[in-house]
């Protein structure tokens, strides 16, 4: 299968679609699942630190038949590295973890602390040749209009929660107008019942003869947006890997834009999110 890619702002390009990492645990499913994404075709794998299954998504690369160069790793760094001293462990701390040369893509998971310290060390990794591309994640036009004039490098990818029921309409425009990409998490809006049998979308699966979660994906994909499903299932994986087939019409486009109620499930604005992640998530409980 080929899968369609996109050019980032540094001259990258990555799978249009990849494949999502987060809940899975690191008790063999992780290396499981990352292995049946590979075998179904997927080149485009995301994790992070905070998912404490680094090491399973390397394994599973490394054990893949599919060569290190044509799959595209995304990982990303928690808070108890930000800073520019603790970014650059981090960095070193994910790649050890990943068993890996280098990350395509390396992001600053949330928008909180000493985020210009940490996106400093980013750059530098990526000069080093450690880190193909660098973006940030839950940035929200708040944050991004009040971080990103500091940065001496523009992030290529913005991973923010995107779906029919969340479509970012401001946060869009500001990304177009620096040429930077969005990459949907919660693209299926998490497993979201309501969303799967919304009228329009189960109205469109019965025209293309695909199931409600093609259809939103393929919406998405046809939105300009990178698309991270995250399945356990084996049909489910190789399921949402099959949108390239079918195209939504202009008008088909405009019924699932309608959808949109403007709120996600998660606000990275609340400013009680910094103090409770990370408490929550400790990614040096091992160390
Ligand atoms: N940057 C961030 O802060 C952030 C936050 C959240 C997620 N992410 C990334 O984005 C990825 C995707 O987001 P997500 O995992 O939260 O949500 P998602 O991919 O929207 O949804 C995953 C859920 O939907 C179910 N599902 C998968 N395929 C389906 C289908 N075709 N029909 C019906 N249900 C289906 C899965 O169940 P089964 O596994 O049982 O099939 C799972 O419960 C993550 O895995 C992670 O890599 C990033």
Redesign the pocket.
Known sequence: MDISKIKLNDGQEIPAIGF????IPNNGATYQAVSAALSAGYRHI??AAAYFNEAEVGRAIRDSSVVRDQIWVTS?LWLQDYGYEAAKKGIDRSLRKLGLDNIDLYLL?QPYGDVAGAWQALVEAQKAGKIRSVGV??MTPKYWKKLIPQFEVVPAVN?VQF?PYFQQKELRRLLFNDDVKLEA???????NQNL?QEQTIQKLAKKYQK???QIILRFENQAGTIV??????IE?IK??LDIFDFKLTEDEMTEIRALDTGKGTYDPDDAANEAQLLTAINVHTND
């Open positions: 999502g990492t987060y809940l995301d994790t990303k998971h994640s839950n991973q779906n998490w919660a693209p299926l809006g998490q497993g799967m199931n409600a979660g991270l499903p995250k399945s356990t299932h489910r399921s949402n």
